[in-house]
T-cell receptor
């Protein structure tokens, strides 16, 4: 069953623009993670934010978490064509529970 | 370190057959999880193995099974294949149970005809 729901389902932007993807989830979490998937291949871990954190940065990525609204956002700044991929949020409810993924946002960055 | 490897990468089977997929985790990783990805259902957790024991199982029928060997390599088996089993099967490893970063392999794409 899906825990996270990403919004929008698809996003198309020009190179150099910023891309924002949102994720909403249903139950309390231990942490929330974002992954990238290129063309139906394996997933690559991007960033993890814990339930007691509000914001994290990693290079051009900025993630925010609002536990009161059960939502997170991923911002990719100055996007590049190579950022074209599907982006998934995944939640971990407690220490020994598996990742539960949303359905993803498909990002297209046009050069 | 070499990444997570999965074999085979592509597979075509017919309904009723069975299939075995293999996953070799990153050296030193003891936890292996399997996920099924389909356009309709998205990414769904199948099961997790740690120290050769299944520690958690997703909501899949008993036709889906797996095992882990002493070297942490894992296999999953699907018996009596159905058309709906066509999917990308992803394996992920981590040093310990549900460590924060899961390292995914490239996946095995299974087509059931």
């Amino acid at each position: 069953s899906q825990q996270g729901e990403e919004d929008p389902q698809a996003l198309s932007i020009q190179e150099g623009e910023n891309a924002t993807m949102n994720c909403s989830y249903k139950t309390s979490i231990n942490n929330l993670q974002w992954y990238r998937q290129n063309s139906g291949r394996g997933l690559v871990h991007l960033i993890l934010i814990r339930s007691n954190e509000r914001e994290k940065h990693s290079g051009r990525l900025r993630v925010t978490l609002d536990t009161s609204k059960k939502s997170s956002s991923l911002l990719i700044t100055a996007s590049r064509a190579a950022d074209t991929a599907s982006y998934f949020c995944a939640t971990v409810s407690s220490g020994n529970t598996p990742l539960v993924f949303g359905k993803g946002t498909r990002l297209s960055v046009i050069a | 370190k070499a990444g997570v490897t999965q074999t085979p990468r592509y597979l075509i089977k017919t309904r009723g057959q069975q299939v075995t997929l293999s996953c070799s985790p990153i050296s030193g990783h003891r936890s292996v999880s399997w996920y099924q990805q389909t356009p309709g259902q998205g990414l769904q957790f199948l099961f997790e193995y740690f120290s050769e024991t299944q520690r958690n199982k997703g909501n899949f029928p008993g036709r889906f099974s797996g095992r882990q060997f002493s070297n942490s390599r894992s296999e999953m088996n699907v018996s009596t294949l159905e058309l709906g089993d066509s999917a990308l099967y992803l394996c992920a490893s981590s040093p310990d149970r549900y460590q924060e970063t899961q390292y995914f392999g490239p996946g095995t794409r299974l087509l059931v005809l």
